[in-house]
């Protein structure tokens, strides 16, 4: 069955220009070309999403356009690091917490983006006499040439991996990862019954190109999607966590979850702070989120159809803090914390390093001050935001959630 289709823009969308239309073409192409090598001709929602996301060349994070800026139209989203360098100053203290409980000096930053994060947090730790071992492990290369170019006059030692470490101790940081992370795609028909959803292909010209290699017509591939029973898998997934609700649609991320089932396995001592946006379970699938967290960005621009500009536009899902820790306790891991953005980096220490500032430097207060409102405010990242400690063999409360920490709600 048919239930969306990308066949106009949403208002206010900027234009593409010529580059990008020609990237979104090849995009558009290839998908194609991998739908029709799909069974039935039906992708998992899952597999589009990695592709729009990490197919090599053409991919959201693989391809060469700029992803984060604080300001449109250089980028697509901003993080909290890229607002202020505050967020990464603050985090040191739980940072060096955490390798002092460990025994180590080694950091590890999945997913580092421009290196904003790391470019703050290196200093940082510098200042509390810790000369990290920082390791980046980054799917982008051009993300990776960046981080490269930004750090180098650090002269810190920085090292990018290849792929995650069998054998860690020391701190993981992964900021605004797990919504990345592709997620599987569900709705319930009007009797009941669990269907997962997948994209299919909406024009014949597409569908008839030749199997040998990514269509070319002139008119470029239009995707609808569609929808089939879901696996006994998915069934009893789902019916361990909310009842079934006709019309209702929305996300599990089975990739998140074997990711943190994982992370139990090489990380051997300390702990990984992970900070995204998301709720606990009861509250993810709440009945009146009928339509789930999916959501898109283009140009600081958010909209909800995945469809529309593949290898264009990030495609995110919020975090199910609960399946997370969950998952993270079957790998063997501790929670350590659970609390909000906002919580966490006051407990940090983040107010402390406001009070140095000059109160009398009217301008430049204002202009640190506004992007930590940002940061702490319930109507922007403060509340939406979580933060979450998992970890092994440390035995002190970790000062991020020595206020406000919510492990009980998970």
Known sequence: ??????????????????????????????????????????????EWMHHALYAPGLGYYAAGSTKFGSEAPEGDFTTGPELTPLFGQALAGQVAQILAASGTKNVLEVGAGTGALAAALIPALNLLDIRPQYQILEVSPELRERQQQRLGSLHANVQWLKALPSDFKGCVIANEVLDAMPATLFSWDDAGNLLELGVGLENAAAQQAGADAP??????????????????????????????????????NVQAEAWMRQLGTWLKKGAALLIDYGFPQREFYHPQRAEGTLMCHFRHHAHADP?????LQDITTHVDFTAMADAALEGGLEILGYTSQARFLMNAGLIEILTGLDPHDAAGYAKVVGPVQKLLSEAEMGELFKVMAVGRGLDVPLMGFTSGDRRDRL
């Open 1 to 46: 069955m048919n239930m969306a289709r990308n066949t106009s823009a949403p208002a206010g969308l900027p234009s593409l220009d010529i580059d990008s239309a020609s990237h979104l073409r090849a995009m558009q192409d290839y998908l194609a070309y991998r739908i029709q090598g799909s069974e039935g001709g039906f992708m998992p929602f899952e």
């Open 215 to 252: 269509a070319e017509s002139s008119e470029p591939p239009r995707f609808k999607l569609v929808e089939r029973p879901a696996d006994e898998h998915l069934q009893a997934l789902m019916s361990r966590r909310m009842p079934p609700l006709p019309g209702y649609r929305s996300e599990v």
């Open 307 to 311: 469809l529309l500009y593949p290898g």
